[in-house]
């Protein structure tokens, strides 16, 4: 069975960091694409960011509101993937889901139906 656990976040103020981690069991996900979605409260969930790959050949992509703050780096060897977050906004409070793929030669990252597996979800809160 496999499961995606989210942890890490929390409430932090405008400008601060806040990584969070999504730990996988029951499957590796060596290559396969990885990825970060948020739900505002009333909002539809979106696509934050992905990852494809390993190693020194990994392709990462973002949105476009989170690009230059946000980075997804991936540990392998510990079937962990990350959201490290940046200068943080107020518009970035949501609930944060982890989500996996079965694929690893690419397809569209950024549409939640792609994803084949997903985390129970983690709050992080913004204040200004």
């Known amino acids: 069975q496999v499961q995606l656990t989210e942890s890490g976040g929390g409430s932090v103020q405008a400008g601060d960091s806040l990584r969070l981690s999504c730990a996988a069991s029951?499957?590796?996900?060596?290559?396969?694409?990885m990825g970060w979605f948020r739900q505002a409260a009333g909002k539809e969930r979106e696509f934050v960011a992905a990852?494809?790959?390993?190693?020194?050949?990994?392709?990462?992509f973002y949105a476009t509101s989170v690009k230059g703050r946000f980075t997804i780096p991936r540990d392998n060897a510990k079937n962990t993937v990350y959201l490290q977050m940046n200068s943080l906004k107020p518009e970035d409070t949501a609930v944060y889901y982890c989500?996996?793929?079965?694929?690893?030669?690419?397809?569209?990252?950024?549409?939640?139906?792609?994803?084949?597996?997903w985390g129970q979800g983690t709050q992080v809160t913004v204040s200004s």
């Open positions: 990852a494809r790959g390993s190693g020194s050949v990994t392709y990462t």
């Open positions: 029951g499957r590796t996900f060596y290559s396969n694409t």
């Open positions: 989500a996996a793929s079965k694929s690893y030669t690419g397809g569209n990252y950024g549409d939640k139906n792609f994803y084949d597996y």
